[in-house]
């Protein structure tokens, strides 16, 4: 999979996509992430890549001009399935959109900022609008980062136990179970009994127990397929 990023913030991707996870899976050649910066694309000679609102209002919102430029350059070299844009008006992130994406072979990512785009952007080159909250962010840089790394860790290959992307939380539409880890006692406080029982398929029942009991009681509405 390759996800190409347009920002004007790029040295904001330095630490999520050098790191663990999505710095392993460039490493082993399964993902490319490659992030560029819109300003090379603007045409003026002070190199801006935004204006203000036409009909006033305070703001600066990004050109289209440049963000065309950019895409258009990108598209001479590689066919996109989606050209996806941030934006907390967008459709909310999810796993199971999370899930859709990880199957996809080439992605852009336009992270909006300031004021927002020239809505021409969202109109004619953009396929996907996303949302990863209900709040606002300084830009959408963030938003990115968190997309692209819901997905790459859904690829094959990239986690080193590929089972343990199938049972991360949201996935079946369940919380995750707790897990623990050595010492078995701590305080007086104690790893339950099963976990240390050695017993497979009791363990799994609990297990399954426990993350039913969790959607229960922290996130009811995925049990009934509400969204909040
Ligand atoms: N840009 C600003 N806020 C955002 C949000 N909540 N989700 C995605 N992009 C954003």
Redesign the pocket.
């Known amino acids: 999979m390759r996800i190409d990023v347009i920002t004007c913030l790029p040295e904001l991707f330095k630490g999520p996509f050098d790191q663990s996870i999505l710095h392993r899976a460039q490493d082993k050649g399964i993902v490319e992430l490659k992030v560029h910066d819109l300003r090379p694309y603007a045409t003026n000679k002070h190199k801006t890549v935004d204006d203000y609102a036409y009909g006033g209002g305070a703001g600066m919102v990004l050109q289209i001009e440049p963000i065309d430029r950019c895409i258009s350059d990108l598209k001479k070299d590689n066919d996109y399935d989606e050209v996806i844009y941030?934006?907390?008006d967008?459709v909310q992130f999810d796993q199971s959109i999370a899930n859709q994406l990880s199957l996809l072979n080439n992605i852009i990512i336009i992270c909006?900022h300031y004021k927002g785009v020239d809505e021409r952007v969202r109109e004619h080159l953009v396929t996907k609008e996303?949302?990863?909250?209900?709040?606002?962010?300084?830009?959408?840089e963030l938003?990115a980062a968190v997309i692209s790394d819901a997905i790459i860790r859904l690829i094959p290959g990239v986690l080193n136990d590929e089972s343990s992307a199938l049972s991360d939380s949201f996935q079946d539409n369940l919380i995750a179970p707790p897990v623990y880890t050595r010492p078995a006692e701590y305080n007086g406080w104690k790893v339950p009994d099963v976990l240390l029982s050695g017993h497979e398929a009791n363990i799994e029942q609990w297990r399954h127990e426990q993350s039913i009991e969790r959607t229960k009681s922290r996130r009811p509405n995925l049990l009934d397929g509400t969204t909040e």
């Open positions: 941030t934006s907390p967008g909006g996303i949302s990863i909250g209900d709040y606002v962010l300084s830009g959408g938003a």
